[in-house]
């Protein structure tokens, strides 16, 4: 079995650097062809399958995890079959598989990367995030990039096709990859400066917030860890980010929003009278009021659907609509059992890693595990409040891959 395990590794690591060129392929057969069924997401629901093959024949544990899964997901199907006032059994099917991938994947680069080690997965997770940013950038310097917003806002996600989605990919990859330029201090610190001007161009919070957290964080382990040289590098890249913000299009983007909920920026920055309404729909872009719709759906379903979860959309009457707050999402969509059960092997790896980082201290508060559980937050502070991250195969993918390269710290 060992040597099966390292003649799929170079398989399973070359999976991670053709991520953003499946990304690309779906968005241009979105954008120019119009078709929803693409070969990344033929490709990535191919690997979803060797992946659970893979498991099932490799790990006891991950097995009897998998057969309870599969059971509660065929229970829940049954559910909201008999229950949901519209039910499309298609979209029912393609949001399951979409939650499940990251717990699948989880699983089986945690099995892997005993295996191929967690250098190389960070290697190939490090050019994975420099192909985004090559790509932000040509798509800039030729024009060609595709709006992040509609409705005046500015912002690009370069030849991709969902901001928040790209947003959440570079946010949870720019650790690594300054991770890289502290470690290796050469052509790395090109990528550095493409993902800077990536974060910049998406036009979003999260992108900004991303490049404030990870240079600050840097900084401080720099000068703990006595690399001066680094930290004045780290200060001086800050720096121009905090005199370039004005002219951004995060900034712009902000003024709008704001005037929109009436308020001028001088009533925003110094003045009292902002209501906690108007707070919530600055930082949470108006998802504030479909929780409420769902948690309105959750307090009317049948305990049943308590249990089990409502699906897609929750108990909607013409169209689903998504809270696009992962965590949210997933509750009302599997229920009380189903959250429980989802997020089981998450809780667990984040346990151990705990455990793990204490019980080694001084020597596991390195540069390294420190910026990498960076990302990780990020991941999960993203996933909380902007979505798109545990409920999109292609965003998810990475936070499974920095949670399995911190369990072997």
């Avoid at 493409?194 to 161009?201: E, G, H, K, V």
């Amino acid at each position: 079995m060992e040597k099966v395990l390292k003649k799929l590794g170079p398989v399973a690591m070359l999976y991670i650097i053709l991520q953003p060129i499946l990304d690309l392929f779906t968005s241009l057969s979105l954008h120019l062809l119009d078709k929803d069924l693409t070969i990344g997401i033929v490709l990535r629901f191919v690997f979803l399958l060797f992946m659970g093959v893979y498991l099932l024949i490799t790990w006891s544990l991950s097995r009897i995890y998998l057969s309870i899964l599969a059971v509660f997901l065929i229970i829940h199907f049954l559910v909201n079959h008999a229950i949901k006032p519209v039910f499309d059994p298609i979209s029912e099917i393609k949001y399951m598989v979409k939650l499940i991938y990251f717990v699948v994947t989880l699983l089986f680069y945690f099995v892997l990367i005993r295996t191929c080690g967690k250098e190389k997965l960070l290697n190939h997770l490090v050019a994975a995030i420099t192909i985004i940013g090559v790509v932000m950038v040509l798509s800039g310097i030729t024009g060609t990039a595709f709006n992040s917003y509609q409705g005046g806002k500015e912002g690009n996600v370069g030849w991709f096709y969902a901001g928040n989605e790209i947003g959440a990919i570079l946010a949870m990859g720019f650790p690594v990859v300054v991770l890289a330029a502290l470690k290796k201090s050469n052509w790395r610190w090109i990528s550095v400066l493409f993902l800077i001007y990536s974060l910049f161009a998406l036009g979003t919070k999260v992108g900004f917030g991303a490049i404030v957290i990870i240079f600050i964080t840097a900084i401080i382990m720099s000068i703990i860890k006595k690399k001066w040289l680094h930290s004045l590098l780290l200060a001086g890249i800050l720096a121009g980010t905090f005199c370039y913000f004005p002219f951004s299009p995060l900034a712009k983007n902000m003024n709008m929003h704001l005037s929109l909920l009436g308020l001028d920026k001088k009533t925003a920055l110094e003045s009292a009278p902002v209501t906690e309404e108007q707070v919530e729909n600055l930082v949470y872009s108006g998802r504030e009021k479909f929780l409420s719709v769902q948690r309105h759906y959750f307090r009317e379903a049948p305990l049943s659907q308590k249990i089990f979860g409502m699906g897609y959309g929750g108990n909607y009457q013409k169209s689903a609509k998504l809270v696009e707050m992962d965590f949210y999402d997933l509750f009302f969509s599997f229920g009380i059992l189903g959250f429980i059960l989802y997020f089981l092997p998450f809780g667990l790896f984040l346990l151990r890693a705990i455990l793990l980082f204490l019980k080694n201290l001084p020597q596991s508060f390195s540069i390294s595990n420190v910026m990498i559980a960076v990302g990780i937050l990020l991941g999960v502070g993203i996933s909380y409040t902007a979505g798109h991250v545990l409920t999109a195969p292609g965003v998810s993918i990475y936070l499974a891959l920095l949670m399995s390269y911190y369990r072997e710290q």
